[in-house]
């Protein structure tokens, strides 16, 4: 009940097209979903976060979409940049806690 | 721009040995945290600290773990009695008060043997 699912595991996508990434979730008591984008040799970073009361949220090239009765939110990096390749994850906190419990991640890969 | 810093950035320790890692939040933040991230798999959390006491851990945070912040600056984890299922990098994290941003440091990578 505690889990997030993300998919796909790996994505290649070309300069300049669309990178999808899904995660879908069981717990209707998570209140926080955000997104994590991590390099080789380094810690997890903030993306781009978004709260249930709002179904979509754009910040520059990124944008979270929310699907609140589906339980999926997803995120698109539009215009998709070499500097993009790393790993990304999803995640969502409960209400009330602190732990964020995380996807299991996608290796972005973005072909010159 | 402050960053989360965590020493060492490796350790290499022989199963049955006692590790502390070593972690230095971002200043003026109120709540600590401890992840691991099993080679090739996702992060995971351990443990929430603040205002001086675990607020929150997960299964994984058993008898063997230990949490401490000695003075104003760090913030340490103790794991007594490693175990081969030890090796992980673990990821320290630290967030101010009214915010839900989690900024994570470089972490260290801790090798059982």
């Known amino acids: 009940q505690q889990q997030v699912k993300q998919s796909p595991q790996s994505l290649i996508v070309q300069k300049g097209g669309i990178s999808i990434i899904n995660c879908a979730y069981e717990?209707?008591?998570?209140?926080?979903f955000p997104w994590y984008q991590q390099f080789p040799g380094k810690g997890p970073a903030l993306l781009i976060a978004i709260r249930p009361d709002v179904s979509e949220k754009k910040e520059g090239r990124f944008t979270i979409s929310f699907n609140k009765s589906a339980k999926q939110f997803s995120l698109h990096i539009m215009d998709s940049q070499p500097g993009d390749s790393a790993t990304y994850f999803c995640?969502?906190?409960?209400?009330?806690?602190?732990?964020?419990?995380f996807g299991s991640g996608t290796r972005l890969q973005v072909q010159p | 721009e402050p960053e989360v810093t965590q020493t060492p950035s490796h350790q290499v320790t022989q199963m049955g040995q006692e590790v502390i890692l070593r972690c230095v939040p971002i200043s003026n933040h109120l709540y600590f945290y401890w992840y691991r991230q099993i080679l090739g798999q996702k992060v995971e959390f351990l443990v929430s600290?603040?205002?001086?006491?675990?607020?929150?851990k997960s299964e994984i945070f058993d008898d063997q773990f230990s949490v401490e912040r000695p003075d104003g600056s760090n913030f340490t984890l103790k794991i007594r009695s490693t175990k081969l299922e030890d090796s992980a990098m673990y990821f320290c994290?630290?967030?101010?008060?009214?915010?839900?941003?989690?900024?994570f440091g470089p972490g260290t990578r801790l090798t059982v043997l």
């Open positions: 600290f603040y205002n001086n006491e675990i607020s929150e």
């Open positions: 717990n209707t008591a998570f209140d926080y």
């Open positions: 994290a630290s967030s101010p008060g009214g915010t839900d941003t989690q900024y």
């Open positions: 995640a969502a906190r409960g209400t009330g806690r602190r732990a964020l419990t």
